[in-house]
């Protein structure tokens, strides 16, 4: 049951799996409404610009379920455009340094377009598997390169190794918000990285412990360096759940 706190039509587990999937929430998935909770809320309220009172109002729900998803049990897709085309090889993306990221992609949440995944490449959102993503929200720079490297992904991985290795779970692309732990936007604010399934290759994992570190998942890594992207994994070796179009 939803407490005075949330006033949607969301329930506690959904908020805070949602929350949890974002890296804001640590504390128990387990649907009651505690301080750990409600702090997160506030949060990601403030990081959203929102009003940070803690209450689940409509505004926070689009925010935190943005409608990139359908019901996997009920799934009616839109009709959509011929898909696009993707070269046989990802041309070589231009990253800049992180230095150099404003002035690249200009201010953080502009300049954004949504690209399909492309067909046969089946994702679930990471943290409710329930959900299917149809599509992400990149910044229109990397759009291209993106679909590209995905492509690949699906030419050179079938669907079983893709479960395997969680390249189907969908942990995020766009999200205007600060680095975890600092005050510098986070490469996610303009729509330039993408996470892939955050509940086994955590913040602070090495190699040893997150799941895309292990040499099975090396050639995904290489798809995406080969067209210009960084893996921090691969670079500092934590994270390693992410990819992003801006240099280290």
Request: charged share 25%; with cysteine.
């Amino acid at each position: 049951m939803a407490t005075s706190a949330n006033k949607s039509a969301r329930s506690n587990v959904d908020i805070q799996r949602a929350l949890k999937g974002l890296g804001i929430y640590t504390g128990k998935v387990d649907g009651i409404w505690g301080t750990q909770t409600s702090t997160a809320v506030r949060g990601f309220q403030r990081i959203n610009g929102l009003n940070d009172d803690g209450v689940v109002r409509k505004a926070t729900i689009d925010k935190l379920f943005p409608p990139i998803i359908a019901d996997r049990q009920n799934l009616i897709l839109p009709t959509k455009p011929k898909p696009q085309v993707a070269p046989s090889s990802p041309t070589k993306l231009y990253t800049p340094k992180y230095s150099e990221a404003l002035n690249w992609y200009g201010n953080v949440g502009t300049n954004q377009t949504d690209v399909d995944l492309p067909e046969g490449y089946d994702m679930w959102l990471a943290w409710d598997l329930r959900k299917k993503v149809t599509h992400m929200t990149l910044h229109k720079k990397v759009a291209d390169s993106a679909y590209a490297c995905l492509v690949k992904i699906k030419d050179e991985f079938d669907a079983d190794e893709r479960a395997k290795l969680g390249l189907d779970l969908f942990g995020g692309s766009l999200n205007v918000r600060k680095m975890r732990g600092g005050n510098n936007w986070s490469v996610h604010a303009w729509g330039a990285a993408i996470d892939f399934d955050p509940a086994r290759n955590q913040l602070r994992w090495d190699s040893s412990k997150a799941r895309l570190g292990k040499l099975d998942a090396e050639r995904f890594w290489r798809i995406w360096e080969e067209a210009g992207w960084t893996s921090l994994g691969r670079t500092k070796n934590y994270d390693w759940m992410h990819v992003q179009a801006v240099q280290l």
